[in-house]
């Protein structure tokens, strides 16, 4: 069968598998828990790929991975947060294992990519900045019709740009990183010191959980029940990120921007300022087409529609 590949998503705590059509369509699909060695993730991730083949009748397809973690040209995962590996040589392994071809690379990179050729970016023919906003915010960057890694493999972490230097320090170390300030985790922390700084009503939606307990998803919930003060926090997320989003276009100049992740359960309430922020600051605003700033469409299944699709893609890195 043309144009089919295997694509896998290897997440924390989860493997999602599924066998996709060039055109970004799962013919089928499995789900496990993620194997908690290295040995035994190589093993599951074999045997995923074996049966799709077996069970559609195929020739061996093209295998594509996407994992969290910092991974190399080489398909190394050099680290992953929250995956049992370092230094693990996850392409070679499965290429000597599967005798195939098979891409590894980072999950966000992988999402980027699907998004890109099969969802909110599908329209787009050359370039793409995608960014998920989720408990952090990544990132992926197509330019030129390819996914870019960088000289180590290492690019579009866009969630580590610097927006506010001396403001809220960041999980990687650095303050005012735009994942400081516009991600799930930002926007409780923002609700949190508004509760905390007595700026927002007694008895309302924020003021009433334990401020230790107020989530992101709570101040969405809130919005939408048309409580004010949600909707200003979800609103200084917003500007934050279209602030992020106005350095990233003024960089990269791309077709669009794609932005998906958790938090965009909070959708326009979330976008319509950032579009805002970003229109005010673009360098040549008023002279330029504005990129437009859209939401993601393949929700979780971005990373295992993207790996397939670039391991069909096959590109040479840079
Ligand atoms: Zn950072």
């Known amino acids: 069968m043309a144009g089919v590949a295997v694509g896998l998503d290897v997440g924390g705590t989860k493997l999602a598998g599924g066998l996709v059509a060039e055109d970004g369509s799962v013919l089928d699909r499995v789900r496990h828990d993620t194997p908690d060695t290295p040995d035994a993730i190589v093993e599951l991730v074999v045997s995923v790929a074996r049966n799709f083949q077996t069970r559609h009748n195929l020739e061996p397809v093209p295998v594509g991975v996407g994992a969290a973690g910092l991974i190399d040209t080489e398909g190394t995962v050099r680290y992953a947060p929250n995956l049992p590996w370092a230094d693990f040589p996850l392409g070679t392994v499965l290429r000597s294992r599967l005798d195939r071809p098979v891409t590894v690379d980072n999950d966000a990179n992988v999402a980027a990519w699907g998004e890109y050729r099969a969802g909110g970016g599908r329209d787009a023919h050359r370039s793409l900045v995608m960014l998920t906003v989720g408990t952090g915010v990544g990132g992926g960057l197509v330019l030129e019709d390819r996914l870019v890694r960088g000289a180590g493999g290492m690019a579009g972490e866009l969630g580590h740009i610097?927006?506010?230097?001396?403001?809220?320090?960041?999980?990687c170390g650095a303050t005012g990183c735009l994942e400081a300030l516009a991600s799930g985790t930002a926007i409780a922390r923002i609700a949190r010191e508004r509760v905390a700084g007595g700026q927002i009503p007694p008895g309302t939606a924020l003021a009433t959980p334990?401020?230790?307990e107020l989530s992101g998803k709570q101040v969405t919930i809130a919005?939408?029940?048309?409580?004010?003060?949600?909707?200003?926090?979800?609103?200084?997320?917003?500007?934050?990120?279209?602030?992020?989003?106005?350095?990233?276009?003024?960089?990269?100049?791309?077709?669009?921007?794609v932005v998906g992740g958790g938090a965009m359960q909070a959708g326009d309430l979330l976008l319509a300022p950032a579009r805002e922020a970003c229109a005010a600051r673009l360098i040549g605003r008023g002279h330029?087409?504005?990129?437009?700033?859209?939401?993601?469409?393949?929700?979780?299944?971005?990373?295992?529609?993207?790996?397939?699709?670039?391991?069909?893609?096959?590109?040479?890195?840079?």
Not at 231 to 256: C, H, K, N, Y
Not at 288 to 300: C, F, K, N, S, W
């Open 162 to 171: 610097t927006v506010l230097e001396g403001g809220p320090r960041c999980p």
């Open 210 to 212: 334990p401020p230790d």
């Open 223 to 257: 919005a939408y029940a048309g409580d004010r003060a949600a909707v200003d926090v979800l609103a200084t997320a917003g500007r934050w990120l279209g602030v992020g989003i106005a350095s990233l276009v003024a960089a990269f100049d791309p077709e669009v921007v």
């Open 288 to 318: 330029r087409e504005l990129a437009p700033i859209v939401p993601a469409v393949l929700g979780d299944d971005a990373g295992l529609i993207g790996a397939a699709l670039l391991a069909l893609a096959a590109q040479p890195w840079y």
